[in-house]
């Protein structure tokens, strides 16, 4: 569902180790998806993206996994740097009478420890 | 390129006052989506804009918040008789039909 004022889960993970940030998604007619990353201060910014005919795709230092059985999302993050610290959302797009919605999931605090 | 601008970027405003927050999304984009966001938590939806019009306006919390999009450009958030409950960033994203939507900065609306 929408992502109404719910208190964000945090992540602590130790730098140079690879986070695993998980998002469960709400629309099984969804067929794109992208996570974004928001700094303190600052509006959210593109990541990296997925369509559904997918279920993997790879950036730099980043993974996105697409599990549409159990409209489940991930984000790896490799040799997690102190840079990397953000809130994460997840985003999914779909259709309804002919436009397109953006849905964002509850977002999850990325805390690296040096 | 130019990327989604919002202002002001900082609005104190008393309560009872109407405040007006301005978005001018990326040239050529159709697609047009207000968010707000209390300190510390996650994206509420508000509502979207496909060209001039708004096919969902689901999320508007009251009827003291409006919003229109003229030219299919620039978008106005209107909240009338603003309380304190209404402080919070006020994000602004656009996107072409069916892509990206990248956000502004934000407005942040502190009701005093």
């Known amino acids: 569902g929408e992502s109404v004022g719910l208190h964000l889960p945090t992540l602590s993970v130790q730098e140079g180790d690879n986070s695993i940030i998980n998002c469960a998604y709400s629309?099984?007619?969804?067929?794109?998806f992208i996570w974004y990353k928001q700094e303190s201060g600052k509006g959210p910014q593109f990541i990296i993206d997925i369509r559904s005919n997918m279920d993997k795709r790879q950036g730099q230092r980043v993974t996105v996994l697409l599990n549409k059985t159990v409209k489940h999302l991930s984000l790896q993050i490799a040799a997690t740097q102190p840079g990397d610290s953000a809130v994460y959302f997840c985003a999914e797009n779909f259709s309804v009478r002919g436009t397109y919605k953006y849905i964002f999931g509850t977002g999850t605090r990325l805390k690296v420890l040096a | 390129g130019a990327g989604v601008s919002q202002s002001p970027s900082n609005k104190v405003t008393e309560k009872g006052k109407d405040v007006e927050l301005r978005c001018d999304p990326i040239s050529g984009h159709t697609a047009l989506y207000w968010y707000r966001q209390s300190l510390g938590q996650g994206l509420e939806f508000l509502i979207y804009?496909?060209?001039?019009?708004?096919?969902?306006k689901s999320g508007l919390p009251s009827d003291r918040f409006s919003a229109e999009r003229t030219g299919g450009s620039v978008s106005t958030l209107t909240i009338q008789r603003t309380q304190q409950e209404d402080s919070a960033v006020y994000l602004c994203?656009?996107?072409?039909?069916?892509?990206?939507?990248?956000f502004g900065p934000g407005t942040r609306l502190t009701v005093l």
């Open positions: 994203a656009s996107s072409l039909l069916a892509g990206v939507a990248y």
């Open positions: 804009f496909q060209g001039n019009s708004a096919p969902d």
């Open positions: 629309n099984s007619a969804s067929d794109y």
